[in-house]
């Protein structure tokens, strides 16, 4: 017996979703090599299939990561020995498991997190996933100045397109060394050219034993006392911010050239 036309559409129409089957069984079975090559397999005979945007290692790694970051919650943080991408406490997983409340509560847990660059890291990064880059600019700050080079690093992860836009901005117009440790001046130069930002970066806590971080506070006292009108005062603070750095401090006095022509 032949089969109908009827009957052929029917087995036409099944065949995206016996290939959509193939994919979904070896991610099941965690076998990533033949889920690939199964997916290929769809992304070539059902290129505008619905199910394709929705594989993405994030979702399927994601329960994976939260059991992870459960087992590791009784883990004490082990300072130094803490990289980048350390899996050796919970909060690193929680992230990776996109859950950043639950990450805000591990770094919660390490005493002085916030002087210790891996945990200072996540916290900012955790911040900023649950309460967006306004709630995340004074721990921005924070890393920038203890750890610039982990700040250059975070600043991709995050994907903010306006935060981008600003390093790109610094890149070009900050007049360092262009070395990494240019980023810890990231918020003194954001005070000065981005003043409505001035309150959130304030809100930062101030690190003595780092020049970068006594010169955003002293930006900022600055720009308050120039509200204020207090010229007397107003001397005696741009000669201390021209010795913290004089490149950067005559960048702040062309601006008032120019705001005062």
Request: negative net charge; glycine residues 6%.
């Amino acid at each position: 017996m032949q089969p109908t036309m009827q009957q052929l559409d029917i087995f036409a129409d099944s065949r995206d979703v016996m290939l959509r089957n193939d994919v979904l069984e070896p991610l099941q079975r965690r076998e990533a090599a033949a889920a690939r090559t199964a997916l290929e397999r769809l992304a070539g005979e059902y290129p505008d299939d619905g199910a394709l945007p929705a594989q993405t290692v994030q979702s399927w790694l994601a329960p994976s990561w939260r059991a992870l970051a459960r087992r590791a919650a009784s883990l004490p943080f082990r300072g130094a020995d803490a990289g980048d991408h350390a899996l050796n406490h919970a909060a690193p997983l929680w992230l990776l498991a996109g859950d950043g409340a639950a990450a805000i509560d591990a770094v919660e847990g390490i005493a002085s997190w916030w002087r210790i660059p891996a945990p200072l890291a996540w916290m900012t990064e955790a911040r900023y996933r649950t309460d967006g880059l306004d709630a995340a600019w004074p721990l921005l700050a924070e890393l920038a100045w203890l750890a610039p080079a982990r700040f250059a690093v975070l600043l991709p992860v995050l994907g903010d397109a306006s935060l981008d836009a600003l390093r790109r901005r610094f890149d070009a117009e900050f007049p360092g060394t262009g070395e990494v440790y240019d980023y810890a001046w990231f918020a003194a130069w954001l005070t000065l050219v981005k003043p409505a930002l001035a309150g959130r970066l304030g809100a930062a806590r101030v690190q003595r034993d780092q020049t970068a971080s006594r010169a955003t506070a002293l930006l900022g006292e600055i720009l308050r006392r120039e509200h204020e009108g207090d010229q007397h005062e107003l001397v005696t603070l741009r000669q201390e911010f021209s010795r913290l750095h004089a490149p950067l401090f005559e960048v702040y006095m062309a601006t008032r050239k120019v705001q005062h022509r």
